[in-house]
Every structure is written in C-alpha cells, then in structure tokens.
C-alpha cells in the first residue's frame, strides 16, 4: 500500500471512531452559572459566612460551585496575628492580595512583607503559609485555582469537623481535601 492511500485510511478511520467520541463529550456539559452577578461587599455568595478555629472570617466572593471547580475567590479576615501551619496544596494554586493590614506570606523560603495592594504567588506542590502582624483587623482576597476542595474543608471546619481529632486525625482530614501540612505556622511576627 502506498503512504498516501495508507494515511488517507487512518485517518478515514480516526474520523469514524472519532465521531460517537465527540457526540458523547458533546453530551457531558459542566455546570457553570450562566449569567454574572454580584456579592456585596459585607456579604458571602453563599449567604453564610465561614469562620475558622485560627480566627479567620471568610466572605466566598466566587463559589466553587460557580465555576465548576475552576476556581474559588474569598476574602478573609483576622483580628489576631497569626495564620495557619505550613503547609503544601497538591493541586491548587493560591494567590493573596492584601486588602488591609499588613501579612508576612512565605513560599518555599522566601517570607514576603505583603502591605496593602500587594499580591503575592504561591504555586502548587510548593509549601507556603502567612501570619497577619500588627494591630487592628487584616483583610485578604483570596483565590485558588483550581479550587479543588478547599471551600468544602473551610465550610466543614467552620461546623467543627477539627474539633476532638488527635494530630494524625487533623492531617489526614487535610489531606482527604488535598493538601498537607509540613511545618509550624509563621513564629517570628515581628520583622
């Protein structure tokens, strides 16, 4: 058979396997919301605010659910200086953009001094943390992406679903919602 008559046959038969292939793909659709729309700025999308044992409130500005897992954008706040343990997202990114306040954001072993209007990167598989430090109230836009589980493990959190469970307990409970936690949280609040 000639190359030409044998490419000409594949790819006649590519198209004829490929055609029931993508009317079925055609056939799955996301869920995806399919008009914009807007969330006050004291409000949650959900309605209901979630908060958080190490004393952070999130507002969910896009829901997981909105986007169909692509994405989840909340902001926080915290009156108390601190944040929560090292840790590492083995599928998500994370990006903070500072709304108020003043937060020291490590990723890998670099600790950023994040002031209002800065914004800081954290990619997946890569360990990072953040501690607000200063008087008064900090305020952070948060977002991942993908959004994975993390709405549902903030949501379940908020129920108390951390409460009465031994260290070993905690981190596999994290991990279930794909992220680990690798180290303390940032100690040194004072630059």
């Known amino acids: 058979m000639e190359r030409k008559s044998f490419l000409k046959s594949c790819l006649a038969v590519g198209a004829i396997i490929a055609t029931p292939i993508s009317l079925v793909a055609k056939g799955i659709t996301k869920f995806r919301v399919n008009a914009g729309f807007m969330v006050d700025a004291t409000k949650s999308r959900t309605g209901k605010a979630i908060t958080l044992f ?30 929560p343990a090292h840790h590492v997202h083995f599928a998500q990114d994370e990006w903070w953009y500072v709304l108020q306040g003043e937060f020291l954001i490590k990723i890998g072993e670099t600790t950023y001094h994040a002031k209002v209007g800065d914004s800081v ?18 305020r952070l836009l948060q977002f991942f992406q993908p959004a994975g589980k993390m709405e549902e493990f903030f949501a379940k959190v908020s129920e108390g679903a951390l409460k009465n469970k031994s260290e070993a307990e905690q981190d596999k409970f994290r991990e279930d919602y794909g992220f680990k936690r690798v180290g ?8």
């Open 54 to 83: 190490e004393g952070d409130t999130f507002l969910t500005k896009v829901s997981t659910a909105d986007t169909d897992g692509d994405i989840y954008a909340y902001e926080s706040s915290r009156v108390k200086e601190g944040g």
């Open 184 to 191: 303390p949280p940032i100690k040194n609040l004072k630059l």
């Open 121 to 138: 990167f954290g990619p997946r598989m890569v360990p990072h943390s953040f501690a607000k430090i200063g008087d008064g109230e900090g």
